[in-house]
Each structure stands twice: as structure tokens, then as C-alpha cells.
């Protein structure tokens, strides 16, 4: 299947089949995953389950999932982001 991606706001997006978003079991809240340069989409019942735990702990984190997203940066973080 292949799927257009259609420009929202400054950002793009694709739309998915009400089909496909009831036999992926996806509710209101979809975990993303990028792995070898492929996009994974998963059903999650619990969105940022521990992260409140994770961020007031100063250990850093050993889940390598965890390390990928802190690590995510775009072309607006290196060149439109001011402190």
C-alpha cells in the first residue's frame, strides 16, 4: 500500500483507512518507532507510560528506544530553536 503525504500546517502527514486503523487496533493514541529507516506504527493503551518516573530520575536511561527519542532532532531544532 502506498500512501500520499499531504502537507498539514509547516509539517506533512498521510491518512489511514478507517479499515487499516480498526485492524491495527490503533485508538485514539499511536506509539512511533523508527527503526533502519522505516516508520513503525503501534497500538498503545498507555502514552508515556514512565516517563514522569524517568525524567525526576537522574540515572540516564539504559532503554535504547528511550535513548533514540531524546536523540531526535529536526532542521527546526538545529536552526530555529533559541534558548
Same mark, same amino acid.
Given at each position: 500500500? #502506498?500512501?500520499?503525504?499531504?502537507?498539514?500546517?509547516?509539517?506533512?502527514?498521510?491518512?489511514?483507512? #478507517?479499515?487499516?486503523?480498526?485492524?491495527?487496533?490503533?485508538?485514539?493514541?499511536?506509539?512511533?518507532?523508527?527503526? !533502519?529507516? &522505516?516508520?513503525?506504527?503501534?497500538?498503545? !493503551?498507555?502514552?508515556? #507510560?514512565? +516517563? !514522569?518516573?524517568?525524567? #525526576?530520575?537522574?540515572?540516564?536511561?539504559?532503554?535504547?528506544?528511550?535513548?533514540?527519542?531524546? &536523540?531526535?532532532?529536526?532542521?527546526? !531544532?538545529?536552526?530555529? +530553536?533559541? +534558548?
Amino acid at each position: 500500500m #502506498q500512501l500520499n503525504l499531504i502537507k498539514i500546517g509547516n509539517s506533512k502527514g498521510f491518512v489511514l483507512s #478507517q479499515t487499516l486503523i480498526n485492524q491495527c487496533g490503533f485508538k485514539n493514541v499511536v506509539e512511533v518507532e523508527l527503526k !533502519d529507516h &522505516c516508520l513503525i506504527l503501534k497500538a498503545s !493503551d498507555q502514552p508515556r #507510560q514512565g +516517563w !514522569d518516573k524517568l525524567f #525526576q530520575s537522574e540515572e540516564k536511561p539504559e532503554d535504547d528506544e528511550f535513548k533514540d527519542f531524546l &536523540c531526535l532532532q529536526n532542521k527546526w !531544532d538545529e536552526e530555529e +530553536w533559541v +534558548w
